[in-house]
């Protein structure tokens, strides 16, 4: 059986671009220092084109989010 690690997990945020509200997300580090996904607004439900990519300075990953 395979388990995930939890560590994979890093925990992200992003700034809607429909409403402006921050939501909180979990990238999965494994898929790579650079990563484009849709994840829905928590808020608006709106779609966010994000574009993650690992900060390596700041030892985090940064989201922004574009409209689809
Ligand atoms: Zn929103």
Redesign the pocket.
């Known amino acids: 059986m395979l388990l995930r690690s939890i560590e994979a997990i890093m925990t992200a945020g992003f700034q809607?671009a429909?409403?402006?509200?921050w939501n909180e997300t979990g990238v999965d580090s494994s898929a790579g220092i650079r990563q484009q996904y849709v994840e829905d607004?928590q808020?608006?439900c709106?779609p966010n084109v994000l574009q993650v990519s690992w900060d390596m300075s700041a030892g985090e990953y940064m989201i922004s989010a574009e409209l689809e």
């Open positions: 809607c429909g409403c402006g509200e607004c808020v608006c709106k």
